[in-house]
C-alpha cells in the first residue's frame, strides 16, 4: 500500500521558517508529479507548490519567493522550505502525487504562524 508521509509541521511565529518534508513508500516518486497542497480551516483545499516530474516548479502567487519545493527522486521525498512565514499560511499541509492513473495524498502536517 502505497503511503505518502509529512513530517515537520509545527508552530512558528511569523518571519521565521520551517521545512516540511515528504516521504514515500511504495511508490516511485520519478513517475509522479510532486506538490505541496494546503487546506485552512472554512476554506478549500489548495495548491501551494508543484515539482513536475519533467522539473518543472509552480507556486501559488501568494508563496513566490518565500517557499521552494525540491524532490530527491532517488530518496522518494519533496520538501517544502518555507520562509518568511505568515498567519496566513496557516493550515494542515498535504503531500501529494499525481501519476497517470493513481492520485496519492499524505495524512497533512500542521503548521501554525503567530503574529
Known amino acids: 500500500q502505497v503511503q505518502l508521509v509529512e513530517t515537520g509541521g509545527g508552530v512558528v511565529q511569523a518571519g521565521e521558517s520551517l521545512r516540511l518534508s515528504c516521504t514515500g513508500s511504495?511508490?516511485?516518486?520519478?513517475?509522479?508529479?510532486m506538490a505541496w497542497y494546503r487546506q485552512a480551516p472554512g476554506k478549500q483545499r489548495e495548491l501551494v507548490a508543484q515539482h513536475t516530474r519533467g522539473g518543472n516548479t509552480n507556486y501559488q502567487n501568494s508563496v513566490t519567493g518565500r517557499f521552494a519545493i525540491s524532490r530527491d527522486n532517488a530518496k522518494n521525498t519533496v520538501d517544502l522550505q518555507m520562509n518568511s512565514l505568515k498567519p496566513e499560511d496557516t493550515a494542515v499541509y498535504y503531500c501529494?502525487?499525481?501519476?497517470?492513473?493513481?492520485?496519492?495524498w499524505g495524512q497533512g502536517t500542521q503548521v501554525t504562524v503567530s503574529s
Open positions: 501529494n502525487a499525481k501519476g497517470l492513473a493513481y492520485n496519492y
Open positions: 511504495r511508490i516511485l516518486f520519478s513517475f509522479y508529479d
